[in-house]
């Protein structure tokens, strides 16, 4: 039997949640039953280690880590702050070089910046067109030219930003930081990470 879970009537949010688990168990059951004959020696092992580490993955999202709120908030202001001066000193060195108003956290005005002073950007493996990301920066932080300075400070304003984003989670309760953990779902099978599930914490592997 099919059904068109979208012609469903809207029952109350409560009975909704139960409904999602119930479809979600038995869909997988069903999937289970075509995959499994597919499988070979490898490929069961690795689902089964995968089956295992669920049991840690859990445990690890229900426990959290333990977070001194104090500190958190006193570091994230301190860091609000370098990140401001930083934004001025970004602003200050695109200006002598021909770009005003210059944003560290734009990868677009990055690109132009360097394409207007004649400086060559890596090529992005995927795309192949010209990147800002953390090789191509690396590359004109060490080698002296007119980016030099700012390659430094967009990478430095990265860093910063990504911290002052970890200081901030939500926590739940206060005291905790908590994530999603998820197994098995890269293609090198690495564990992946996320919110919670009631969108607060963060992506844990950026700690």
Same mark, same amino acid.
């Given at each position: 039997?099919?059904?068109?879970?979208?012609?469903?009537?809207?029952?109350?949010?409560?009975?909704?949640?139960?409904? @999602?688990?119930?479809?979600?168990?038995?869909?997988?059951?069903?999937?289970?039953?075509?995959?499994?004959?597919? /499988?070979?020696?490898?490929?069961?092992?690795? @689902?089964?280690?995968? #089956?295992?580490?669920?049991?840690?993955?859990?445990?690890?999202?229900? #426990?959290?880590?333990?977070?001194?709120?104090?500190?958190?908030?006193?570091?994230?202001?301190?860091?609000? #702050?370098?990140?401001?001066?930083?934004?001025?000193?970004?602003?200050?060195?695109?200006?002598?070089?021909?770009?005003?108003? /210059?944003?560290?956290?734009?990868?677009?005005?990055?690109?132009?910046?360097?394409?207007?002073?004649?400086?060559?950007?890596?090529?992005? #493996?995927?795309?192949?067109?010209?990147?800002?990301?953390?090789?191509?920066?690396?590359?004109?932080?060490?080698?002296?030219?007119?980016?030099?300075?700012?390659?430094?400070?967009?990478?430095? @304003?990265?860093?910063?930003?990504?911290?002052?984003?970890?200081?901030?989670?939500?926590?739940?309760?206060?005291?905790?930081?908590?994530?999603?953990?998820?197994?098995?779902?890269?293609?090198?099978?690495?564990?992946?990470?996320?919110?919670?599930? @009631?969108?607060?914490?963060?992506?844990?592997?950026?700690?």
């Amino acid at each position: 039997m099919i059904v068109d879970t979208a012609q469903l009537a809207q029952p109350p949010a409560a009975i909704r949640h139960w409904i @999602y688990n119930g479809l979600d168990a038995m869909i997988t059951r069903e999937i289970w039953g075509v995959l499994r004959p597919q /499988l070979d020696e490898l490929t069961a092992r690795l @689902y089964a280690f995968n #089956r295992a580490c669920q049991g840690p993955a859990l445990a690890m999202q229900m #426990r959290g880590m333990r977070v001194d709120g104090s500190a958190a908030l006193w570091s994230h202001k301190c860091l609000g #702050r370098a990140i401001a001066k930083l934004r001025k000193l970004a602003a200050r060195e695109g200006a002598r070089l021909g770009a005003e108003k /210059l944003n560290p956290g734009s990868p677009k005005q990055i690109a132009d910046l360097a394409g207007a002073l004649g400086v060559k950007l890596l090529l992005d #493996r995927k795309t192949k067109r010209p990147t800002t990301g953390i090789d191509a920066m690396e590359k004109l932080k060490a080698a002296p030219g007119p980016m030099q300075l700012i390659a430094r400070i967009v990478l430095k @304003y990265r860093t910063w930003q990504k911290e002052q984003q970890v200081l901030g989670a939500r926590q739940n309760p206060p005291g905790r930081l908590r994530y999603s953990l998820n197994v098995g779902t890269t293609e090198t099978n690495r564990w992946s990470s996320s919110k919670d599930c @009631y969108k607060g914490g963060l992506n844990i592997q950026n700690v």
